[in-house]
């Protein structure tokens, strides 16, 4: 893995699509932003030793993501170094894509949770087809999708 500039002041290492297990545990970009007063080292929390430390790794609110990214959305970006993949040559689109990724799981697991159906049949029965393409979707897709399930239930029961 290499260090490459991606704007002026902005630096990436790309982790290695897939699951830690199969990458030495480096599947998240780590990033360095260059200010006047130091260097700014950013880790998307893909490295296990420094995740260990965080208790809300993994239980992304999924509804503040796609808020975020809605906003994000009518903003000029330049770069974007998301926490998976390249930096993005084109920030739009990949804002655009991870937002309609997340509003079609939440859009189908709402659904499941509402009419109480099982995850499995509901996520067996959805067409993921527009996303299989991406990287790492057979290795984490549906985990994250349960991991939506899950947090829609607990909306639900909020309520």
Sequence with gaps: ???KQVSEHVYCVQG???VATDNQ???????AV???KGVVVIDALGTPSLAALFPFTGGADTA?????LEKLDRTDLT?????????????DAAVALTRDYLRQVRSVMKAAVDEMVPFDEAYDSADWSEFENLPAFDAAHRRNTYGVYLSM???LLAQ
Aim: aromatic share 6%; proline share 11%; hydrophobic share 40%.
């Design 79 to 91: 770069p974007l170094v998301p926490g998976h993949g390249a930096a993005a040559k084109d920030p």
């Design 153 to 155: 239930e607990q909306e």
């Design 16 to 18: 290695i699509p897939g």
């Design 25 to 31: 545990g480096f599947s998240s970009n780590a990033s």
């Design 64 to 68: 503040h993501w796609l808020d975020l």
């Design 1 to 3: 893995m290499k260090l």
């Design 34 to 36: 260059v200010t006047d």
